[in-house]
């Protein structure tokens, strides 16, 4: 390379160093101002955080980085924090299944057969599933994502491989989402949708959470789980009740609101 | 807002009448462009995405916001579109996806379903002409989705896109039309029966041959399986996912490809969606690209 060109890279470079240090100083004045607003919040002082309505979420996930999911200590304090709050029903997801085995010899404990019913979960369900003060807490890995999905196709072809076999036609099945519903049941990949999702790691990813159950969910990222504050949860939540889902519908204009940061009408 | 879009090329420029503001125009353009090639130069010392996927939402509160009618909103979206696609060529990102219409969308106002359908296939039209942007990048169209719920008309119209951009080896535009992630799952699975539906029945009649067949039964269906069979098969997972107005969800769009992409939602609305909107999500996905990579080569190793 000639000199003039590793002169220039050398500035482009210096010149991209300056520009990542400045977001970096303007995040650390953001995150500044959030830990304030956390701690404002759990210390009541805020009111519209004092009163949660919880009546639309049915079910949350929290999705960890596998790495951060080996601090047992910091996930049975956030799942503290989210029974007090009153969340009834709670999924714990890792890619690498650290959650499911961490939280493995809770399971032969108290499998709660009402609340399963209660949620419509197939009687084979593989999940690691236990009670925890009046909490249901499903524990999911990265092998109930796509691999789940391969299984359940498997389960579903073979159905109809065996129909041909045993001459009931030799029709071209048309598989529905339906038929695939099903067949994730049949699998023990079932279960409910959760209606809006935490994150907790490094960068905002869903980290292969299965993508049945991930369609209309609500994505919030949190930050690293070391530095979780009761606070931000508050808030998390507290938004989520704010938001309103259509489902591609369309809304009469007169709900619609033009701040972006309140959207009501969407996809 | 139209100022903002000429400004970065000259295919999506209205006629200009007064000499002295072409002048004007042609300096300041031309200024802009200098600096905007001077900040990409910057940024992509940095990693840059080879793939960006974008949820195109909210033109109907932008109507809404400037009292226009809401129809008017979709077509600024789509100049909104054409725009990224050139600052995304501009900055070196090969794939761009987006999501056009989601097939819960036909649950809309069937008047606004119908002059969607009317949009999406006037715009087609015109991107099939000659001297179209698509053409002048050399780009390659592919629509991703269900084409048989489409009227015909508009599937006639992607279809010939679609074959007339099959060979060109520019940047890769892939519009998800009509389209759901799950409804993609199907799809890939019915084609991997069909695969090895096929497969049995070369077997079998190899069988009658005499020659070596197994027992008829077929291997299990793997995700390599799956993958293959999807729409986005021969295309990277996508680096960035943006989700505009400020919407957290996915709404079912690549729940499949999207296991370590970075997730974004910028408040701004799509038709706002600029330059600096780019920029500040390449810096972010930088920023992040670190855990993403280091994630996607330990499931690879994993593989």
């Known amino acids: ?267 | 807002m139209e100022g903002t879009l000429t400004s970065c090329s000259p295919a999506v420029n209205p006629n200009i009448e007064k000499p002295e503001d072409m002048v004007k125009t042609g300096v300041l353009a031309r200024f802009q462009n200098f600096l905007r090639k001077c900040l990409i130069a910057v940024i992509s010392y940095g990693p840059m995405p080879n793939h960006i996927a974008f949820i195109m939402d909210g033109n109907r509160r932008y109507a809404k916001c400037r009292s226009i009618q809401q129809g008017a909103g979709h077509r600024v979206g789509f100049f909104a579109l054409i725009a990224n696609l050139l600052y995304c060529y501009e900055m070196g990102v090969k794939y761009m996806t987006v999501y056009a219409f989601s097939i819960d969308n036909f649950k809309r106002d069937p008047k606004e379903v119908q002059s969607l359908m009317q949009l999406m296939e006037e715009k087609i039209n015109e991107l099939l002409e000659k001297q179209s942007v698509i053409d002048k990048l050399n780009c390659k169209v592919n629509f991703w989705g269900n084409l048989e719920l489409l009227c015909e008309p508009v599937r006639l119209a992607a279809q010939k896109l679609m074959a007339s951009t099959a060979g060109n080896t520019g940047p890769v535009l892939s519009v998800c039309m009509p389209y759901n992630s799950t409804s993609e799952i199907v799809n890939a699975v019915s084609e991997v029966y069909a695969e090895r539906r096929e497969m049995l029945q070369r077997e079998h009649d190899g069988d009658c041959n005499g020659q070596a067949v197994n027992n008829g039964v077929h291997p299990e269906i793997s995700v390599a399986d799956l993958d293959r069979h999807m729409y986005s098969a021969g295309c990277p997972d996508p680096d960035i996912v943006i989700r505009t107005s400020g919407e957290t969800r996915l709404s079912n769009f690549l729940l499949w490809q999207t296991t370590f992409s970075h997730l974004q939602n910028p408040d701004a609305l799509w038709p706002d969606f600029s330059f600096r909107h780019l920029v500040w999500s390449v810096l972010q996905y930088q920023r992040a690209y670190p855990y993403l990579e280091q994630n996607r080569n330990l499931a690879k190793k994993q593989l």
């Not at chain 1, 959650?99 to 709660?112: I, Q, T």
């Open chain 1, 1 to 267: 390379m000639s000199r003039p060109a590793i002169i220039l890279k050398l500035i482009l470079g210096l010149l991209w160093v300056i520009i990542h240090l400045t977001i970096s100083l303007f995040n650390l004045w953001s995150l500044l101002i959030y830990n304030l607003q956390c701690y404002l919040i759990s210390s009541g002082l805020l009111r519209k955080y004092q009163y949660l309505h919880l009546d639309r979420l049915n079910y949350l996930a929290i999705v960890v980085d596998s790495k951060e999911a080996k601090n047992t200590v910091k996930i049975r304090q956030l799942l503290s924090w989210l029974s007090t709050m009153g969340v009834k029903h709670i999924c714990l997801y890792d890619i690498e299944g650290v959650l499911k085995r961490s939280f493995e010899p809770f399971m032969n404990g108290s499998k709660d057969e009402k609340a399963r019913e209660s949620l419509d979960i197939g009687a084979s369900m593989n999940h690691s599933h236990y009670g925890y003060k009046n909490m249901v807490i499903d524990c999911l890995s990265g092998s109930d994502g796509k691999e789940g999905i391969a299984k359940a196709a498997d389960l579903l072809c073979s159905t109809y491989f065996n129909g041909e076999t045993h001459g009931n036609g030799k029709k071209e099945p048309k598989f529905t989402e339906a038929d695939m519903a099903s067949a994730l049941k049949a699998v023990g990949c079932g279960g409910p949708e959760p209606d809006l999702l935490l994150m907790y790691g490094p960068a905002r990813c869903h980290l292969g959470f299965p993508a049945w159950r991930l369609r209309y969910t609500e994505i919030m990222h949190m930050g690293p789980l070391k530095s979780m504050k009761y606070g931000a949860i508050v808030k998390a939540l507290y938004n989520f009740s704010q938001k309103y889902q259509n489902y591609g519908k369309l809304l009469g204009f007169s709900t619609l609101n033009c701040s972006p940061a309140k959207s009501m009408n969407s996809f």
